[in-house]
């Protein structure tokens, strides 16, 4: 019965031996970490003495140099943010070459053996520099249908100003001369022509253009109207009464000479 007993504390104590053993191992699981390249290290705390140093690292860009103060320990994606102040890339189109290698952005400077004064390669991403040009592009034929569009709306606004003038004149009984009106129809097709030569990007410049086609079509109509109105007006005959006039004829005189001496 004894030898039972035994048996069975000594198997609690096996037990309670690996559970301590296991304790011990996840805390200093916990307690590390991976760096690039699979090394399993200690884990960097916020203590001052493991803050690392400062660093100074030149970034070559092209024809570019910069030059990057950066703490040790950083990343090289902490580093591209710092980046996109000299060189307006965002991080997403940063590719940084170290020792002929692309790092990827957890990588830290320090583990992959970047000390002051090292030289890291900047390169711009293909595909996003591509997608800017295309962008730029875009935004570059945007700026120039709307430039477009505020020429042809600032021409109807001159032409309605002569329209309002013409319809005026009709209204008060005045006939104006059939060229004016026939006219300003021929300036206004010529912007709808132009607007029809417009290429338009997304819903907002399809509906300006749309906008300007109906002004123009409305002012064309204005000025068939009036045109049919002014050929109903009746010139206004002004009868002029001239009045005749009576002149004495001056007295006869009669030459007088007189000799000197």
Known sequence: MMRGKSSVYSRVSESGSMSAQTTSASD???ACEVRPGGMLVQKR????????????????????????????????GELKKLLVRDTGLQPGEQKLIFKGKERENGAYLDM?????????????????????????RKSAKIQSVQRALADISAEVDRLAGQISTIKKSISSGNKVPEVQITTLI?????????????STIGSELSAAKNLQGKRVQK???????????????????????WETFEF??????????ELFD
């Open 248 to 257: 004495d004829p001056p007295p006869s005189t009669a030459a007088r000479w």
């Open 112 to 136: 992959c053996g970047v000390k002051d004064r090292s030289k890291v390669e900047l390169l711009e991403d293909p595909l996003c520099r591509e997608r800017r040009i295309v962008e730029s």
């Open 45 to 76: 705390t916020d203590q001052p003495e493991n803050l690392g140093k400062i660093v100074r690292i030149r970034v070559a860009y092209g024809k570019l140099r910069y030059e990057i103060s950066v703490n040790s320990q950083s990343t090289f």
């Open 28 to 30: 200093d699981v916990a």
């Open 186 to 198: 021929e300036l206004l097709m010529r912007q709808a022509i132009k607007l029809d030569g417009i």
């Open 219 to 241: 002012s064309v109509e204005t000025l068939d109207l009036l045109k049919v109105e002014n050929a109903n007006v009746k010139p206004v005959i002004i009868s002029t009464k």
